[in-house]
């Protein structure tokens, strides 16, 4: 309980940071929530707790094909002004692509 209290934690702190950087500097916070930091905590995370390597093996392969995947949320706020789209409209649509995005995933981890 105490390890996934300290998971829960840490992950609250950097996703608060980056949210408060994002007023201070967007540009920087941009750049610190692309970094892989998550997906870094994670993986070490996971082995800890499971001492599994091939699951682990599995599990980044999977973020490996997600990464790229999870772009497509961010489509609609590159063409917003060219639609003239409002936040709610941008958000929900790149919502609707993150789940199309999900099947594409779940297409592609098959072969893995």
């Not at 082995?47 to 949320?73: C, G, Q, R, W």
Request: aromatic share 22%.
């Amino acid at each position: 309980m105490i390890f996934f209290t300290l998971k829960i934690v840490l992950a609250a702190i950097i996703i608060a940071f980056a949210s408060w950087l994002s007023g201070q500097n967007p540009k920087l916070a941009g750049f610190i929530i692309a970094l892989p930091l998550v997906s870094l905590i994670a993986i070490v995370f996971s082995f800890y707790e499971h001492n599994d390597v091939e699951k682990t093996i599995l599990f980044t392969k999977s973020i490996l094909v997600a990464v790229p995947v999870s772009y497509l949320f961010f489509l609609p706020f590159f063409f917003a002004k060219s639609f003239n789209m409002n936040f709610f409209l941008i958000y929900g649509t790149g919502l609707g692509f993150l789940l199309v995005g999900f099947f594409i995933h779940k297409y592609i981890t098959n072969f893995l």
